[in-house]
């Protein structure tokens, strides 16, 4: 930054001087100036005083008697908001969005997702610190009201978003292989719309919940996400899926790859209708009447790939012996818990003459049930000493196909080897590993602080968008083992300085990044701004803190 006087001479010959606060920059390769302040109005002194300033900013022990004159405050947070933005407007979410209020509002809600998991209230909170509205450019401020109203607006935009995601990404390259897969996510209230009981995967029991359906293409990236009721089996969101793919995708040839009973006869049929292909795997039953029926036999499990044909439909098999062993390992562990407490219960009835034989007898069978081992193994009593009984053959059968599995398909072999249909199915991790980082990773889809059915369907596909910017960001720093919200982290120090002369005109300065944080910016591409415009937006709250927060 510099201090200039330009003059200029009126039609009477009289000269008038303009005192300026510049800076140069450089753009296309050419050197620029911008105006910062206009100081003509200051008095001789506090010029003098930001002279001084601007010729001793390496030796600031110099400025210790302006200190009255030049005042300098610490500005809003704007190094991760501007890094998560910038990675947002690359991926395509932001054109995606559309670049009117609520295309921002929904970019903000994104971007807070990102910074940090809460309700809309903590994203408004969120905007009080970080210059999330000077990087959007947005025009008014807003409030959590706007952002639940928001909520709505992204649920009946949803399909138009994803579409024009999808192009985006790939422009007229339509994908030609899904990886489908879905979760549950519990509920804190009972008053969701969704909300419903059904299979828990989080194993919160008494807890209402919703599934979520993610579409991904053959990398991995979220497609489209879908929210249904949480009582919904996993083979009736499959339809739904296919329907997608042809209509608000337009897609003419694809895969489906789905989890073992995700892809069952009706879907198989809906997916024959549109000419599609899937890749599946067989549950432990559907394995065993293979076996029952001659299609499979036991010698063709080995850990090379074995594939059998049977009525148009492939069957690629394997045993992974590492499989094997954790599965041994992990059954003999449950046995030792159920042993453990079998010898508490002993001990019990040993001591308290009056205790029930049966009760202990119940609460052994329940924890074996529990564990899943009932198959096998069973609790027996007599003259009131507890013991365990192993039926060596029940237990023979299940421990043969430890290890063992079966993919299914009805990809011609021209099309796919059974190599690549093996491959295939075992990128369905992508879609795990999307589900862990929403739901226990960085970005938490719970707990769900919404209500209405819009309202959900718009925030899951708020965490689905930020999910891209998260991966996005895991790829970049992971070359210097920094985590996503470590970089953010460092990235959120780096905040704007308000320079205030006499108490009158002010700018905003961006400060130069520090060693790691120009690190974590150069790993992604992206360019530090030289100056952001501050457009004082008026950004509230209506609710105020608990009175036990308060007090703590």
Not at 134 to 145: A, C, I, Q, S
Not at 215 to 238: H, K, M, R, W, Y
Request: aromatic share 6%; net charge positive; proline share 3%.
């Amino acid at each position: 930054m510099y201090i200039t006087r330009p003059t200029r001479t009126s039609s009477n010959g009289k000269t008038y001087e303009t005192i300026l606060l510049r800076e140069s920059y450089r753009a296309d390769g050419k050197v620029k100036n911008r105006t910062i302040a206009n100081l003509t109005h200051c008095n001789p002194h506090e010029i003098a005083a930001l002279e001084l300033a601007l010729k001793h900013k390496d030796d600031l022990t110099a400025l210790v008697s302006l200190s009255k004159a030049v005042e300098v405050k610490e500005g809003p947070s704007v190094g991760a908001v501007w890094v998560i933005y910038q990675v947002a407007k690359r991926l395509g979410i932001e054109k995606a969005l559309g670049r009117g209020m609520a295309g921002q509002l929904a970019m903000w809600q994104v971007m807070a997702r990102v910074l940090d998991q809460g309700s809309r209230l903590s994203a408004v909170r969120l905007a009080q610190i970080h210059a999330g509205g000077d990087v959007l450019g947005m025009k008014r401020g807003f409030d959590e009201d706007d952002l639940y109203e928001n909520l709505k607006w992204l649920a009946e935009q949803q399909a138009g978003i994803e579409r024009r995601l999808l192009a985006e990404r790939r422009g007229k390259r339509k994908p030609e292989l899904f990886l489908y897969d879905v979760t549950s996510s519990y509920l804190e209230g009972q008053q969701n719309e969704l909300g419903a009981y059904g299979y828990n995967r989080d194993g919160k029991r008494g807890k209402k919940q919703i599934v979520i359906g993610l579409l991904c293409d053959e990398v991995g990236e979220p497609v489209s996400t879908e929210v249904f009721a949480g009582n919904t089996q996993d083979v009736e969101t499959f339809p739904s899926q296919v329907r997608k793919a042809v209509e608000r995708f337009g897609c003419e040839r694809v895969t489906f790859v789905g989890d073992r009973g995700m892809i069952k006869s009706a879907g198989i049929e809906v997916l024959a209708r549109e000419g599609f292909h899937y890749i599946t795997a067989l549950t432990k039953p559907q394995i065993e009447t293979l076996l029952k029926s001659g299609v499979l036999q036991m010698e063709l499990f080995d850990e090379e790939l074995c594939e059998v044909e049977k009525e148009g439909v492939r069957y690629i098999l394997r045993r992974n012996p590492r499989r094997a062993e954790e599965m041994m390992a992990s059954r003999a562990d449950k046995r030792g818990s159920v042993e453990a407490f079998l010898r508490e219960q002993n001990g019990y009835l040993k001591e308290h003459a009056k205790a029930q034989e049966s009760v202990a007898v119940r609460k052994v069978g329940e924890k074996i049930e529990r564990l899943r081992l009932e198959g096998w193994l069973r609790v027996e009593a007599a003259g009131r000493v507890l013991s365990l009984r192993v039926d060596a053959t029940v237990l023979e059968e299940e421990l043969r196909l430890d290890g063992c599995y079966v993919i299914r398909t009805d990809l011609p072999k021209a099309v796919a080897d059974k190599r690549v249909v093996h491959d295939r199915y075992k990128e369905l991790t992508e879609v795990e590993r999307a589900f862990r980082t929403c739901k226990t990773g960085h970005l938490e889809i719970r707990p769900v602080y919404v209500r209405t059915e819009e309202s959900t369907r718009g925030h899951v596909l708020v965490v689905m968008l930020a999910y891209l910017i998260v991966r996005e960001l895991q790829r970049a720093w992971a070359s210097l083992d920094v985590t996503v919200e470590e970089g953010l982290h460092q990235l959120s120090t780096l905040c704007s300085l308000e320079i205030r002369v006499n108490g009158q005109a002010s700018c905003h300065k961006i400060p130069q990044p520090r060693e790691l944080s120009q690190k974590l910016l150069a790993a992604l591409g992206v360019r530090w701004p030289e100056v952001l415009p501050h457009r004082n937006l008026r950004v509230v709250t209506k609710r105020k803190l608990p009175s036990r927060r308060k007090t703590a």
